[in-house]
């Protein structure tokens, strides 16, 4: 029994070790410049979350510098342009969100996806409109992978 509970509780700490940071809309001010970033393929990466695989990434495409706060710039692509997902073929995400690519202003080389909690392209547009209303953006963890596919772009 006193196995199980170790086993349980690192199985936990495992899955809590890779939570996202959230950030508000509202925290957010403009970015005018003329920075972007070019995608000419599709930048996805997986992460194993406690027993679970999970696929995020950004799509081919233009995405622009239009926010930033404190911590960072928020590069916005078009329309469904993030995606992630636990399952997929050939690293491929089933669930495709608003949202984009984030850059660190205390690290340049640190590029992360972020998209609005519970934008995905398949609800209906009531609850899109509704999750752009409340404006959560969420900005997954850091991954060598995603920042190595962004900067190659660059």
């Given at each position: 029994?006193?196995?199980r509970?170790i086993?349980?509780f690192?199985?936990?700490l495992?899955?809590?070790?890779?939570?996202?940071s959230?950030?508000?809309?509202?925290?957010?001010?403009?970015?005018?410049?003329?920075m972007k970033?070019?995608?000419?393929?599709?930048a996805?990466y997986k992460?194993?979350?406690?027993?679970v695989?999970w696929y995020?990434?950004v799509?081919?495409g233009?995405?622009?510098?239009?926010?930033?706060d404190?911590?960072?710039?928020?590069?916005?692509?078009?329309?469904?342009?993030s995606?992630?997902?636990t399952?997929?073929?050939?690293?491929?995400?089933?669930?495709?969100?608003?949202?984009?690519?984030w850059?660190?202003?205390?690290?340049?080389?640190?590029?992360?996806?972020?998209?609005?909690?519970?934008?995905?392209k398949?609800?209906?547009?009531?609850?899109q409109?509704?999750?752009?209303?409340l404006?959560k953006?969420v900005?997954?963890?850091?991954?060598?992978?995603?920042?190595n596919?962004?900067?190659?772009?660059?």
């Amino acid at each position: 029994m006193k196995y199980r509970v170790i086993l349980v509780f690192s199985i936990l700490l495992s899955a809590c070790a890779s939570i996202p940071s959230f950030q508000s809309k509202d925290n957010l001010s403009a970015y005018s410049t003329n920075m972007k970033i070019i995608l000419d393929s599709d930048a996805i990466y997986k992460v194993n979350k406690g027993m679970v695989t999970w696929y995020f990434g950004v799509n081919k495409g233009e995405y622009i510098a239009k926010y930033q706060d404190d911590s960072g710039y928020y590069f916005e692509g078009s329309n469904h342009s993030s995606c992630m997902g636990t399952e997929g073929k050939s690293g491929g995400c089933t669930s495709q969100l608003i949202g984009g690519i984030w850059q660190s202003k205390m690290d340049q080389n640190d590029f992360r996806m972020y998209y609005i909690d519970g934008s995905t392209k398949n609800d209906n547009s009531n609850t899109q409109g509704y999750a752009t209303t409340l404006n959560k953006y969420v900005i997954e963890t850091a991954s060598n992978e995603f920042s190595n596919l962004i900067k190659a772009s660059l």
